[in-house]
C-alpha cells in the first residue's frame, strides 16, 4: 500500500480539464510544499511535471498546474490532448525519516 | 542542460553484489541532495535512498537498509549505489535524480534472477 493515495485511473476528452489528487497526512503533503507530480508513458522513464508543489521545468507545458488543500495535493491537466495519455505518479517530502513517498499512480485515459 | 545519467544495471544471480552510478551535468552537484528511486516492471515507483548534499548523511527504505549504501563523490559529480545481497525483489529500473525532483535520469534495470 503507498504511502500517498491516489485514483486507480481517471479519463476525459480532449479539450476538457481534468485533476488527479494526492492524498498524504499532516506529515507529508499537509506539512510540506514540496509534492511533485510525474508522467510516464509505457515503457519510458518519469517525466517531471511539477515539482515544489506548481513549479513546472523548463519544456512543460502550462496546461498542466499543481494545487495543494491541506493534505491533499492535485495535478491539473487543461486542454486535454491525446499525447497526455499515461501513468501519473504524486510524489512528496515526509521528512527525514522517509524523505520521499510515492503515490500508488493514476492511469489517466483520453477518451 | 541538466543530465544524470545512470549506469551499472546488469543481470546478476540472488546474493550478489552491484554497484550503479549517476553522472551529473548542468548543475552545482555539491549543492544538492541526491535520491535514488526504483520501479519495478509494471509496478509503481518507491523511493530507495537519500544522500545530503555533503555526504554526511544518508537516508533508506526499510526494504534496503543494511543491504545498500548510497554515497558520492562531488570532485567527479558522481552519485553511487552499492548493493548487496541482492534479492529478486531488487529486480527494478533504477533512477538517480536530484533533490527536490526538478530533475531524474533515464533509469538503469537490474535484474536478479537465478
Known amino acids: 500500500q503507498s504511502a500517498l493515495t491516489q485514483p486507480a485511473s481517471v479519463s476525459g476528452s480532449p479539450g476538457q480539464s481534468i485533476t488527479i489528487s494526492c492524498t498524504g497526512t499532516?506529515?507529508?503533503?499537509?506539512?510540506?510544499?514540496?509534492v511533485s507530480w510525474y508522467q510516464q508513458h509505457p515503457g519510458k522513464a518519469p517525466k517531471v511535471m511539477i515539482y515544489?508543489?506548481?513549479k513546472r521545468p523548463s519544456g512543460v507545458s502550462n496546461r498542466f498546474s499543481g494545487s495543494k488543500s491541506g493534505n491533499t495535493a492535485s495535478l491539473t491537466i487543461s486542454g486535454l490532448q491525446a499525447e497526455d495519455e499515461a501513468d501519473y505518479y504524486c510524489?512528496?517530502?515526509?521528512?527525514?525519516?522517509?524523505?520521499?513517498?510515492f503515490g500508488g499512480g493514476t492511469k489517466l485515459t483520453v477518451l | 542542460e541538466v543530465q544524470l545519467v545512470e549506469s551499472g544495471g546488469v543481470i546478476v544471480q540472488p546474493g550478489d553484489s552491484l554497484g550503479l552510478s549517476c553522472a551529473a551535468s548542468?548543475?552545482?552537484?555539491?549543492?544538492?541532495?541526491m535520491h535514488w528511486i526504483r520501479q519495478a516492471p509494471g509496478k509503481g515507483l518507491e523511493w530507495v535512498s537519500l544522500?545530503?548534499?555533503?555526504?554526511?548523511?544518508?537516508y533508506y527504505a526499510d526494504s534496503v537498509q543494511g543491504r545498500f549504501t548510497i554515497s558520492r563523490d562531488n570532485s567527479k559529480n558522481s552519485l553511487y549505489l552499492q548493493m548487496n545481497s541482492l534479492r529478486t525483489e531488487d529486480t527494478a529500473f533504477y533512477y538517480c535524480?536530484?533533490?527536490?525532483?526538478?530533475?531524474w535520469g533515464q533509469g538503469t534495470l537490474v535484474t536478479v534472477s537465478s
Open positions: 510524489c512528496a517530502y515526509a521528512g527525514t525519516s522517509t524523505p520521499w513517498v
Open positions: 515544489e508543489g506548481s
Open positions: 544522500i545530503t548534499w555533503d555526504g554526511t548523511s544518508t
Open positions: 499532516s506529515s507529508d503533503v499537509g506539512t510540506y510544499n514540496l
Open positions: 535524480a536530484k533533490h527536490p525532483g526538478d530533475y
Open positions: 548542468g548543475f552545482t552537484f555539491d549543492d544538492y541532495a
